[in-house]
């Protein structure tokens, strides 16, 4: 019996001993940004157009694509900056609401949507005019970004690990104990993701179109594992 109580005493205590060191850490979680001015702009524009014949609507079209295409070229904007993301031919229809008659089709649209970025600016304006007197009839939304992210992501990491720090320097003087060495380290998400911010502090002016940047946020957050002494 006694031989049986040590063996169990042994095998409780090394579980015991993980234990009070999984309870003496702290966990945090850090979050760094930085705020950076964009250098890029990426817009998502096309051409729509309808005739009652297929043939004739996708005819329209591509005269119009092969005019924009043209004009990108004057002004400066690299084929590797031009991305076709939709080709699309969609019938028509009268859905007038009428018991007596079927839907019928009244027509074709054809659709080409691109997405063009502009590594210079300050032309964005200027493109966005050149573009829309060349037959671009759809603006869906211009993004901006910057081309070389990588030193602000760093730099939101850093200030994320900073972040986590601090709080936990706080929590282990209110609890009255002393913090020790990191334990583990884990960036939640994976990497940081620029996200436009809603105020708009730089802003570039054009003749015919004005367009605002802002500026962006790239975030990071990490979290972190502390030994308590």
């Given at each position: 019996?006694?031989?049986?109580?040590?063996?169990?005493?042994?095998?409780?205590?090394?579980?015991?001993?993980?234990?009070?060191?999984?309870?003496?850490?702290?966990?945090?979680?850090?979050?760094?940004?930085?705020?950076?001015?964009?250098?890029?702009?990426?817009?998502?524009?096309?051409?729509?157009?309808?005739?009652?014949?297929?043939?004739?609507?996708?005819?329209?079209?591509?005269?119009?694509?092969?005019?924009?295409?043209?004009?990108?070229?004057?002004?400066?904007?690299?084929?590797?900056?031009?991305?076709?993301?939709?080709?699309?031919?969609?019938?028509?229809?009268?859905?007038?609401?009428?018991?007596?008659?079927?839907?019928?089709i009244?027509?074709?649209?054809?659709?080409?949507?691109?997405?063009?970025?502009?590594?210079e600016?300050?032309?964005?304006?200027?493109?966005?005019?050149?573009?829309t007197?060349?037959?671009?009839?759809?603006?869906?939304?211009?993004?901006?970004?910057?081309?070389?992210?990588?030193?602000?992501?760093?730099?939101?990491?850093?200030?994320?690990?900073a972040?986590?720090?601090?709080?936990?320097?706080?929590?282990?003087?209110?609890?009255?104990?002393?913090?020790?060495?990191?334990?583990?380290?884990?960036?939640?998400?994976?990497?940081?993701?620029?996200?436009?911010?809603?105020?708009?502090?730089?802003?570039?002016?054009?003749?015919?179109?004005?367009?605002?940047?802002?500026?962006?946020?790239?975030?990071?957050?990490?979290?972190?594992?502390?030994?308590?002494?």
């Amino acid at each position: 019996m006694r031989a049986i109580i040590m063996v169990l005493m042994l095998a409780i205590a090394p579980s015991f001993s993980a234990a009070q060191d999984i309870e003496r850490r702290i966990t945090v979680t850090g979050i760094g940004e930085v705020y950076v001015a964009p250098d890029m702009a990426t817009i998502s524009l096309g051409v729509s157009s309808f005739h009652e014949k297929a043939s004739d609507a996708m005819r329209i079209n591509s005269t119009a694509m092969n005019k924009i295409f043209a004009h990108l070229k004057t002004a400066n904007i690299e084929p590797r900056d031009i991305q076709t993301t939709q080709l699309s031919l969609n019938p028509r229809w009268d859905r007038r609401n009428n018991s007596n008659t079927q839907p019928r089709i009244i027509g074709y649209e054809a659709l080409n949507t691109l997405t063009v970025r502009v590594r210079e600016l300050e032309s964005v304006g200027t493109v966005l005019d050149v573009l829309t007197k060349a037959g671009a009839n759809r603006i869906n939304h211009i993004s901006f970004d910057v081309q070389k992210p990588r030193p602000h992501k760093d730099e939101a990491r850093k200030n994320a690990v900073a972040d986590a720090r601090v709080k936990a320097e706080l929590y282990a003087q209110a609890a009255g104990v002393e913090l020790g060495k990191v334990i583990y380290i884990n960036e939640n998400g994976g990497n940081p993701q620029p996200r436009t911010m809603a105020r708009m502090e730089m802003a570039m002016a054009s003749d015919a179109v004005p367009v605002a940047a802002g500026e962006l946020g790239l975030r990071s957050t990490v979290t972190i594992v502390f030994e308590i002494k």
